[in-house]
């Protein structure tokens, strides 16, 4: 059997001397791998590039087969972003985590053209890193572990929700989070719905910190995973900007 779509380049490990084993983001399959000979030669080595963008062709005899990929690049996104590191951070940042969380070959069409989202704005917008965070809580959302941001979880109110209950995944407004706020996480407000608050540096930390615990208590932790060490790359460098 064998089918056609466009994916992600998520990751790319070297098979025996020339031959590699891709995981792709594609449109219609999911998280999918498979094997690409030629995958490390000089040919290939560019186009197979976490976040690059390709044209992919997979054959194999049965659906559960790890089976072959014929590939064609069509937008370099590593490249452009190979002068500015943290920029590139993210991307790879992006792809581990996704590759990690995302069951292999299931369709997940939000998590796909949200990533590519994340890649536009990893190539032209100021606030890539808000963009990063934001996948990250769509990332969660889209698995089941959704966030409710959108009242108090003590009082009901809608307004001045400065918290996150590690407990319940929800919110805590600041005066009812007075009691026991050094027990909650720090809700940046750019995540809040229908905000376009201005942030800084430690508001995006704040954020890497929310989405990253519950990204271990809900999937990495129950697993006996870490978070990816590209993740952890990201958020030491983003914290140098301090």
Not at 28 to 33: D, P, S
Not at 146 to 151: A, K, M, N, Y
Request: hydrophobic share 45%.
């Amino acid at each position: 059997m064998n089918w056609s779509d466009e994916g992600y380049v998520l990751s790319v490990r070297r098979y025996g001397e020339a031959a590699a084993i891709v995981n792709l983001l594609t449109r219609e399959h999911g998280r999918h791998a498979g094997l690409v000979r030629g995958g490390m030669g000089r040919r290939l080595r560019g186009v197979l590039q976490p976040g690059n963008q390709v044209a992919a062709n997979w054959r194999g005899r049965l659906a559960e087969h790890l089976g072959t990929y014929m590939v064609e690049g069509k937008r370099d996104h590593a490249a452009g972003l190979l002068a500015d590191g943290n920029r590139l951070a993210g991307l790879t940042a992006a792809a581990a985590v996704t590759e990690a969380v995302l069951p292999e070959r299931q369709p997940h069409l939000p998590i796909h053209n949200a990533f590519a989202s994340l890649l536009d704005a990893l190539a032209t917008s100021p606030a890539w890193a808000v963009v990063y965070v934001r996948y990250e809580l769509g990332l969660l959302s889209e698995l089941g572990f959704g966030l409710d941001l959108s009242q108090c979880s003590a009082t009901g109110v809608t307004e001045d929700l400065a918290y996150v209950s590690p407990r319940s995944a929800r919110a805590v407004s600041r005066a009812a989070a007075r009691p026991y706020k050094n027990r909650l996480l720090p809700l940046p407000r750019f995540l809040l719905p229908d905000t376009r608050a201005e942030y800084a540096a430690q508001d995006i930390l704040d954020g890497l910190k929310l989405t990253g615990y519950f990204l271990e208590a809900t999937i990495f932790g129950p697993n006996n995973h870490p978070l990816p060490a590209a993740r952890d790359r990201l958020v030491t460098r983003l914290g140098r900007t301090i």
